[in-house]
DNA sequence: CATTGCATCATCCGTTTGGGTGAGACTTTT
DNA sequence: AAAAGTCTCACCCAAACGGATGATGCAATG
């Protein structure tokens, strides 16, 4: 029996490299979205068993926000995220949205098939090189950070500083401090520098 | 009269999809290769119109050294540029280094078909979006860092103080502080987080 | 309704950073 | 040989930052 497949990647290239690396006796690839938002209206109606989605999709919703999406349709197909990168945040991200695995890209065509039969089949498949990691991750979760502390972190990056970001967000420097201290507690740093790092490092922002 | 091109890409399922995509009257793959090394070996032996190359080369020579490396070929083969990221810095580097072009890799196919032939044809051809940013990387190049302070740039992005730099490239505060100041004024910014983003934001690290 | 969490602001204080200036040693270029 | 560029270091000073502590208002949670 084929398991059905639907594709979701920004890229028209990267969707025909999985067609025609994926199609065989045992996956057939019913259909193809370019954003998150066409892939769950796609989902709703062809009910493939799996879909195989990249994280960073270009506009629109973001891979992790589209997994949680298609898990929540009735019947919900299991969602293999296929990337890039190897972000931890997003990672463990896709997995909490109901993933049931996590592929780079570069990894060879025989393991995405495998990946996706496994999904269907209801197990979890991690690349090798990701499962300590995502682990590791688990283990020591990244405190979260509220709203307004991202977006400080986010002025942060770009290189703001405290009286920059206080006039951008209507407060005072003292505001902009404070935040500033959370952020560093909760990231264990001590400095602008390093919290721009580490927030970069685990795909925080 | 069919222009045959050479893809480079690290990843099996963008060669696949871009072979899938390509394929037509015009246009004939004459061969695959996943590293710079074994796309200058190949474009040696099959004498490829045009090779068609990603940026970002896994492991390996990265896509700019590769592009130098197959335009110093006799007969040197038309290279064009296809990637993910637009930084500036490697945009220019890659022009620098002779590619006929650069395209991302969300465009259309037949973009890329028509970017071939023209690349082919000897024309230069440079995505819409990427055309302007280019213009203007080259009317205010970014003043070229030293060795030394490319190295001091990596520290500072990982969060480094100033005494730990010092200790990691054994001298003292006041050399750092002096490659620092240099830095700061090559980028024109007044502060470590802005010339973290910066750097990144142009390619420079 | 009490508690908790968040965002806001303040003051004090020590440390780090950034800016200016100058200078010696060594290499490459002219 | 002179000039230019790089790397090294030092000193001074002002501004920015980081840490500690505490307080207020407000919304959500229990």
Known sequence: MTTTVLLVDDHPVVRSG????LES???HVVGEAATGEEAVALAAHLHPDVVLCDLRLGAGIDGVQTTAA???LEPAPAVLILTTF????EILGAIEA???GYLLKDVAPD???EGILRAAGGDMFLAPDLAD???????NPLPKLTERE???LRLLATGASNKEMARALFVTEATVKSHIAHIFTKLSVDSRSRAIHVAQETGLI
């Open 18 to 21: 999985l067609r025609a690396v």
């Open 25 to 27: 006796d045992s996956v």
């Open 70 to 72: 298609l898990r929540a």
């Open 86 to 89: 190897d972000r931890d945040a």
């Open 98 to 100: 109901g993933a049931a």
């Open 111 to 113: 393991v995405i098939i």
């Open 133 to 139: 990691r995502v682990l590791k991750g688990m283990r």
């Open 150 to 152: 991202v977006e400080v």
